[in-house]
């Protein structure tokens, strides 16, 4: 158990409907990664969250949108949704947020139908 | 197009035999992870290298950084079967880790 949790673990919905995943970091951990995973792109980054404030910004579509809150946890928002963006949602912590060693979550599978 | 390039992208072998795999890039980075995934799961931190030429050992598991800290190699000694998983590699520079496409490394009993 890496201790980031990661809610709902699946998740199947429509084209054009939005969803929201939760993340909680490990305890003590500051920083929040957000990754995509899927069969033809591999483990991409969207985007970091460092005490609060977005921090470093990767392959994210202007229908994502993520915030962390004063707890930490994280939400990533989808809207808009599009067969293509069915992944598996991956959420990483870490200390600090300096690409050190970072401990994910056990992710949350996206079906768009 | 990926950062960093993996191969190969897929590897069986018999129990016992050993295995290496390589993570390429065009760019310099600060460090390098090794992850291993298995299914259903999140990755796993399995080693970070920092310094160009360091060697690591992790029982049967060996890491190498590259003099010009661009490429890296995990190589695994007598592999067993609860080595099966998919390995990434992952570079870091700034804020950012970047992940290779990996690698799906399956020994047979």
């Known amino acids: 158990d890496s201790g980031v949790t990661q809610t709902p673990k699946h998740l199947i919905t429509a084209t054009g409907q939005r969803v929201t995943l939760r993340c909680s970091p490990r305890?003590?951990?500051?920083?929040v990664y957000w990754y995509q995973q899927s069969l033809d792109q591999g483990l991409q980054f969207l985007i970091q969250?460092?005490?609060?404030?977005?921090?470093a910004k990767g392959n994210i579509l202007e229908r994502f949108s993520a915030q962390q809150f004063p707890d930490l946890h994280s939400e990533l928002n989808l809207s808009s949704l599009e067969l293509g963006d069915s992944a598996l949602y991956f959420c990483?912590?870490?200390?600090?947020?300096?690409?050190?060693?970072?401990?994910f979550g056990s992710g949350t599978q996206l079906s768009v139908l | 197009t990926q950062l960093l390039e993996q191969s190969p992208q897929f590897l069986s072998i018999q129990e016992g035999e050993n295995l290496t795999v390589y993570c390429n890039s065009s760019?310099?980075?600060?460090?390098l992870q090794w992850y291993r995934q298995e299914p259903g799961e999140g990755p796993v931190l399995l080693v970070t290298?920092?310094?160009?030429?360091e060697v690591k050992k992790l029982k049967r598991l060996t890491f190498q950084f590259g003099d010009a800290r661009k490429d890296s190699s995990l190589h695994i000694t007598a592999a067993q079967p609860g080595d099966t998983g998919l390995y990434l590699c992952?570079?870091?520079?700034?804020?950012?880790?970047?992940f290779g496409a990996g690698t799906t490394v399956t020994v047979r009993a």
């Open positions: 990483a912590s870490s200390v600090l947020g300096g690409a050190e060693k970072l401990f």
């Open positions: 305890s003590g951990d500051l920083s």
């Open positions: 969250y460092y005490n609060g404030e977005e921090r």
């Open positions: 760019s310099v980075f600060s460090s």
């Open positions: 290298v920092v310094t160009g030429g």
């Open positions: 992952a570079g870091g520079n700034d804020y950012k880790l970047s």
